[in-house]
């Protein structure tokens, strides 16, 4: 099973650790793009425009400076960086050792500056917008696109189960095709974002606890125990299902 994640705005810097490897990061085949953006950034966020070359709000102030330091910065695993809504409900730290080691190896985290991770990769915390149009680079949804595609094409094997719980703008980057399609789901959660994050964050908690499904069918019934589910078949061919999900112990909290 490959569980698709999204990055997270809000991030936790390290206050210790190692600086930037980025030849150690999953996914080698895309250093250079990493190498490429990372020296980018670094330079546009020290700049009095660079926001703009980044798409960061230049009120971020503090952002914006975390980013001239990306190559000597700590870090820590992202799973610790990435610390929004969803990943404060997928809670990796606190979950068993077989339980991180099923995370370790089925998730990966699609990044606009990584491109795709590992949450055991170590990066240093950073902010830059998936839809910004990097001088030099180009816009970011359309560069990542052919080089993720073989990437992540590796990973998955036909007929695997694909749980994508990205958001719409980060689903674009790569979707899976062919024989690989044949299991992807997409996880829609219903409600606010806030809510909609916290759910997916759940539901990828709850995929590592055991082992996993082989089948969108399966995956419905695993989920149900714990949630609503309400699993839909593609509507064209190549598409993906469609599994809602709803996180029933919360919404009885907000009705009460």
Not at 134 to 149: D, S
């Amino acid at each position: 099973m490959l569980i698709l994640l999204p990055p997270s705005e809000g991030k936790t810097a390290a206050r210790r650790g190692r600086p930037l490897d980025l030849g150690s990061l999953s996914f080698p085949e895309l250093t250079p793009m990493r190498d490429d953006l990372v020296e980018v950034v670094a330079r546009a966020s020290g700049e009095p425009e660079g926001h703009e070359v980044i798409g960061v709000n230049p009120n971020l102030v503090g952002d914006l400076e975390r980013n001239t330091r990306l190559r000597t910065a700590p870090t820590a695993p992202a799973s610790a960086v990435y610390s929004g809504v969803l990943y404060g409900a997928f809670d990796v730290a606190s979950l068993d050792a077989a339980a991180k080691r099923r995370a370790a190896r089925s998730v990966v985290v699609v990044s606009a500056l990584f491109g795709a991770l590992r949450l055991t990769d170590r990066i240093p915390a950073y902010r830059v917008n998936v839809c910004a149009e990097v001088e030099g680079v180009g816009l970011l949804t359309r560069e990542w696109r052919p080089l993720l595609a073989p990437v992540l094409d590796a990973v998955v094997r036909p007929r695997e189960l694909v749980v994508d719980c990205r958001s719409s703008t980060y689903a674009s980057l790569w979707r899976p095709t062919g024989d690989r399609a044949a299991a992807w789901v997409q996880v829609a959660a219903p409600g606010a974002s806030h809510l909609a994050k916290f759910t997916r964050g759940l539901v990828a908690r709850e995929l590592v606890s055991a082992e996993a499904p082989r089948t969108p069918t399966a995956l419905a019934e695993r989920l149900g125990q714990r949630f609503g589910v309400d699993l839909a078949e593609p509507v064209r061919p190549g598409g993906p299902w469609v599994l809602s999900v709803a996180d029933q112990s919360r919404a009885g909290a907000h009705s009460s």
